[in-house]
């Protein structure tokens, strides 16, 4: 096989084989492929698509190009996985797998780096000094028996293929098609073992899925890929048009995180994380139904028990547990400038979209693969859609190292601000679970 045949043949909208695509998987983990082509396959396939087939042959040869963890032998309590598609300041995971742990079930949980405009959960540990998301796969199966929970990244162990295309399509303009984003979600989650998943689709300008209809397409698919592995998984969509909390930036969003194990942090952040904990814990046995799970959940946050699991996560994976309990200790950005409304009324918009953009201006973000990032800078809300604003209220805070950014940082975060004078309704949390 050749890859320039492949590109052409997907090119020209004709569907690929599983043999070509599991052909295609092992030669571009194994590094023959050059980058080069791989990034025109992904185009071709931005463009032209995957039926359900290909995009389960896609996923399982992602998922099959490292170990794929069989955590029934070794983990005694239930597991279950969680995985966003993406978003602008979308710190859940950090609060949920703490919770859930806390609760009875093991949170396994492959992440990812930053994508685009959106964040990723691995940047965010990566703001606590000494904290590894290097995870083998041996260590992965020891720390979920030993404290129920793990946040890994892929490693030369579980899903390699994955983050070799998921890096490279962040640069190349190939993140928002939904079965490169159906595939790279599930093949981490086939790759971690989970008995269960509960998957978290955004819909909302700062989403790779804008449209209600396209999340709604995204989350039957993976739900499909992962009960036609044998995984019990539900998906719950849930709104980013705008910001989740108030934090977007890596250390901003670590800290806000670890507000909200306090059992303090942003309303909307809070409840979003119980409700997605409610479904785990019910998918994993724990509770009843999603109801009495988020009851389970709050109790964790109320007794510290979750905030005590996050802890053990950040110690057992190398990070010093002393950022956990002091946060204000963790880096900051030197410079803060406070942008604030000019006009009465009420928030229209503060689209995601444009928050994320302006945060990844200011550095939180990349700009070419593997390439740096400042994990100090970003961009902390201060208004919810809805609010009503009277001039001079703060609208959001800029958190930057260099001053030379800030400009077109905040005139990209204005592009997506409305004040209107008739009264605004609040954007919902969540449209909709898809069993
Ligand atoms: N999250 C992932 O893991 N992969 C994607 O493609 C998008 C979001």
């Not at 030993?146 to 899903?159: E, R, W, Y």
């Not at 983050?163 to 190939?174: E, I, Q």
């Not at 890929?225 to 934090?247: K, P």
């Amino acid at each position: 096989m050749r890859t320039v045949d492949l590109i052409t043949k997907k090119r020209d909208g004709k569907e690929l084989s599983s043999a070509e695509i599991e052909w295609f998987v092992q030669q571009f983990t194994a590094g023959k492929i050059p980058d080069y082509q791989v990034a025109a396959l992904a185009m071709a396939l931005y463009f032209q698509g995957m039926n359900a087939h290909e995009t389960t042959a896609l996923t399982l040869a992602m998922a099959n190009s490292g170990e794929i963890l069989d955590l029934s032998s070794t983990v005694a309590i239930p597991t279950v996985d969680k995985h966003s598609t993406g978003g602008v300041g979308d710190k859940t995971t950090l609060v949920v797998a703490p919770i859930v742990s806390a609760c009875g079930a093991a949170v396994g949980k492959m992440s990812g780096r930053g994508l685009g405009h959106s964040g990723g959960t691995l940047d965010k540990l990566d703001a606590i000094p000494g904290f590894s998301s290097d995870v083998s796969s041996n260590q992965f199966r020891s720390q979920m028996r030993n404290i129920g929970i793990v946040l890994a990244g892929q490693s030369a162990d579980l899903a390699p293929a994955d983050g070799k295309l998921y890096a490279l399509r962040d640069v190349t303009g190939t993140i928002d098609s939904i079965p490169l984003i159906a595939s790279s979600i599930m093949s981490k989650k086939i790759a971690g073992g989970a008995q269960a998943i509960v998957l978290d689709v955004k819909t909302g300008n700062g989403a790779f899925t804008p449209t209600l209809e396209t999340a709604r397409r995204l989350a039957h698919l993976m739900v499909a890929i992962g009960n036609h592995t044998g995984r019990h998984t539900i998906a719950v969509i849930s709104d980013m048009n705008q910001t989740l909390g108030n934090a977007v930036g890596n250390v901003l969003e670590l800290a806000e995180a670890i507000d909200t194990l306090r059992d303090a942090g942003p309303p909307d952040l809070r409840s979003h994380c119980l409700l997605l904990a409610g479904q785990m814990l019910r998918l994993a046995g724990i509770a009843q139904d999603a109801a009495s799970g988020q009851l389970l959940a709050e109790e964790a946050l109320a007794n510290g028990s979750a905030l005590e699991k996050f802890r053990a996560l950040v110690t057992a994976q190398g990070g010093d547990g002393l950022y956990v309990d002091e946060p204000k200790k963790l880096s900051a950005a030197t410079i803060t400038k406070t942008v604030k409304a000019k006009d009465d009324g009420f928030l229209a918009r503060m689209d995601a979209i444009n928050i994320g953009k302006a945060a990844t201006m200011l550095g939180a973000g990349r700009e070419r693969k593997n390439g740096p990032i400042d994990l100090d800078v970003g961009i902390v809300v201060h208004q919810k859609v809805g609010a009503r604003i009277n001039r001079g209220d703060k609208l959001f805070t800029i958190h930057a190292n260099n001053s030379k950014n800030i400009k077109n940082a905040r005139a990209e975060a204005m592009a997506g601000i409305e004040i209107k004078t008739e009264k605004v309704f609040e954007l919902p949390l969540h449209h909709d679970v898809v069993e």
